[in-house]
Each structure stands twice: as structure tokens, then as C-alpha cells.
């Protein structure tokens, strides 16, 4: 491990040409920063992409639950803090303050796993127990992700097959690009009525450029359940309460 | 205006979230930066989006011509540096050149219409007249962007309907969502196989959410012609020769 530093924090500023039709920064847009904040904390704690290489191993990002009282707005200057709040050899819980000025406006809970690289399965973290010691006692008030249960009536469901732009690094689809099929669910002048307050999102599979799914949706009242779901079962669940 | 600054420079690193299945920057995230770039230098002068608010008038990107010798790779640090090469009443060429170190990878031309935000249509921009001042000699050594003609022959269709994530801040959708409209028509094989050594795209009407659109393909030997069509006629053509 290269150095101890509990709290990595990101500042951006958010220009016209990054914004969505409510003038705000996009939720997939967000969910990218963070796996880019997480991904340069690890890499300073020397258990980033070239650190765990040498064990053939990789973060996945497992779960992401975002709380938000307002998005950064356009011309908007934001900090991403981010800290681990628990590490054991399975996962690790990392979490994340949003703030703008000294205005917290909101906070993010994520899991990651380590996969091996071949297997594509998870990977024994023991050897990185060291990173146990940069745990860190500060509180995230918002709650853990909740067990994501099967759709039990699908309101409505669209295909989708997955394309070259939704491949990343690891010739996965990208996380981002699921979160962009599930937004997707719903129009523009959904998001000019209503506000994101929480959005889960639990990974139980990976998809390939090719894959076919079906994106089911169930709402009820304010609270959406979408499930993407390949040939061989769930690929993510999804759960989205609108404001 | 605010102060002549004839270049603006920005530097990133390329981390591995942001990669796609070649572990490189994927030519819409690349496109991406050249808007934010352009945005952050009209911002330095003075015409970026809240100084040109104050003429009821905002900067629409219009055409864009890239030709690389290669992306930038995972884990890279790579620049972007612009100028402007020609600023008239009507329109305004901006240049970028691409670097990793001392290397020069990359050159990519841009045309930029000033528009009414009411009535959508060009705005006259005689009143940044100055801006000519910023001009400057400095060469862009990659052709022009070619006339796009029609598609004589249609070698294959797609049909899609843009959705909500596809929407920018002017709640049309967004520039990048058309490049990866285009670059979709190709799975992640064949980019591993052959490289885009230029990428043309020239815009010529809006669309919005819910607007559906056929994509048509051309493809003649290495050299691809791609035009998305809505009912109102052509929305944008571009051109791919691949390497």
C-alpha cells in the first residue's frame, strides 16, 4: 500500500455542454464521476487497476445507492469526498459526500468487489488486508441498500440489445450504460416534474455487446422497480424513488 | 471580452473506467472534451454561454472533423489545445491539437454557429467583432471537412427514437448522441480490427426526445457514410474512413 489517505476529494466544475434537460448535472454523468473518484482513491492507496493487476484481480462495482436533495446545476462548482467505511476479504464499502460550497447536497453508498480477471468470479482480497487500516469512521447518513426483490407484476417492458458504445474497458457493458437504460424509461417532461431523491442499482451479472434484454418496469405510486434481464436471468435491479 | 488568450490547453489523464473494449478513449468521450475545451476557452473570452446569454444567443457546433493517429490510451495523460482560426460574423473555425507528452496524435477542426435560443435559427455575431482579434495563425494540418452529399445507395437501416438520456441542456438532443448513433453501426470486432483514422460529422437540424430516426448506412470499401434522417429531412451526415 502506498500511503494512508482516508478521504480523497474530487472538485469539478460543471459546464452547459455536460447538462441535461433540467439544466443539471445527468445521473449517469454523476454515477461516472463516482467510479472515477473511487477508482483514483484506490489508486493512490496502491489498489487501483495496476495494483490489483498483480494479483489478476479487478474492482467491480456491485451495488450504488444515491441520495440527493439537488443535482449540481450548470456553471455549478461540486466536490466528490470520498472514504471506505468498511473493508473485508469479500468487499468493500465505499462512500461518498457531495457538496457544493460548504452545502452537502447529498451522499452515496457503493460496494465493490474484487473479480478475478480470468474467472470473471469473485477473488480472494486477503492479501490487501492492509487496507483494513484506512478505514474510516465517518458517517454516511444515508440508508444501506435494501434487498432488491424479483418484479413481482411488470408493468411494461422494451428490448434493448447492447452495441459497441455500451462496451468498456473489460469488453462488459458498462455500468454507466445501464443506468442510462433505466432513466430511459421515462421522458423529459417526467424529469421536469419530478426529482430523482433515490436511486439503487444492484449488479448481478455481466452483458456483452450482442446481449438482448428485457428492461421491465413496475411503479407504483413514486417508487419505480426496473429489471434488466438477459437469457440467463437478471443481469441488474434497479429501484428509483422520484420527488 | 475579457482578455486575448489566443490558446487554451487542458490536460487529462485517461483512467480506466472511461475506456472502451480497445482500452482507449472512445471517440465520443473524446468529442466530449473538444466541446468542453472550445466551452472553457469562449469562457476565458468572454463568449462562452453566460456572455453570449446577454445577446439572447448560444454557440451551436455545426461540424466537427477529427483525424487521429491514434487515440489516447488507459492510464494516459494527453492535452487538448485550441485556437481559433477564423472568426467571421456568420460563424467561428476553432482548431485542436491532441498530445501525449511531446507527441502529437491527433488534429481536430470545428465549425461553430451562434443561434437564437427563440428562434433557433443564426444569429448575426457582428457585435463580437473583437473576437477577430483572437484569430489565430497557428496551422491545422488535416483537411477541411468535405462537402456530405446525400447517400446514393443505402447498404443497410436502423431505426431508433432518441430518449430522455440523449437530451442536453438546450433540451435538444445532445451533439455526442449522434456519434454514438453512428459509431453503434459497427460492433465491438470490428474496432478491434480496424482504427477511425478521420471522423466527419456535419449537423444540420435538431432533434428532441421522441423524435425517431432512421439511420442509413454506406460503406465503400474502408470508407463509411452515415446518415441519421428524421421525418423533417437529414439531422445530421457523417463520414468514417477506417484504418
Known sequence: MSEIVKEHRHEYLLSVAECNAQQELPLTAFAQRVIAVATEHADILGCGYTGMMKYNLAW????????MKRMPRANEQFALTTWIENFNRHYS????EVTVGDEVIGYVR???VAINMETRSPGDISMLAELASTEHDRLCPIEKQGRMRPLTAVDR?????????????NRHVNSIRYIEKVLNQWDVEHYDAYRIARFEIAYQQEAHCGTCVDINVAQVENVADVEIKGQNGVICRSKITFK
Chains 1, 2 share one sequence.
Open 93 to 96: 464499502e465505499r462512500d461518498f
Open 60 to 67: 467491480v462495482l456491485s451495488r450504488l445507492t444515491i441520495e
Open 157 to 169: 417492458t422494451e428490448q434493448y440489445v447492447f452495441r459497441s458504445c455500451d462496451i468498456d474497458f
Open 110 to 112: 457503493t460496494i465493490w
